[in-house]
Nanobody, 114 residues
Framework: QVQLVESGGGLVQAGGSLRLSCTAS????????MGWYRQAPGKQRELVAE???????NYADSVKGRFTISRDVAKNTVWLQMNSLKPEDTGVYYC????????WGQGTQVTVSS
């Protein structure tokens, strides 16, 4: 059993910042990629950012320059610093990890008001 515990979502005004965190625990012995996806109402889930073990982070074009992903390999933790938030960033943000299988968190709501 793998657990991904997310925190940091909430309501913020446009232009504001939020920081999401996610820690993986349980029966997971090796993680290659950690990342964040989001799903807005009526839309498909999409990649926000991901970071491979020891590699270079990858961002969706819509968040480049505003969001920063980072991780602590030893602690199985990933963060997403979100600055200059826009109303179109609103959605449920899901943490995901990829080792021998992909696992998903329960999601945390981010709402950006205009």
């Amino acid at each position: 059993q793998v657990q991904l515990v997310e925190s940091g979502g909430g309501l913020v005004q446009a232009g504001g910042s939020l920081r999401l965190s996610c820690t993986a625990s349980g029966s997971i012995f090796w993680i290659n990629v950690m990342g964040w996806y989001r799903q807005a109402p009526g839309k498909q889930r999409e990649l926000v950012a991901e970071i491979p073990r020891g590699g270079i982070a990858n961002y969706a074009d819509s968040v480049k320059g505003r969001f920063t992903i980072s991780r602590d390999v030893a602690k199985n933790t990933v963060w997403l610093q979100m600055n200059s938030l826009k109303p179109e960033d609103t959605g449920v943000y899901y943490c995901t990890v990829l080792g021998t299988a992909r696992h998903w968190g329960q999601g945390t709501q981010v709402t950006v008001s205009s």
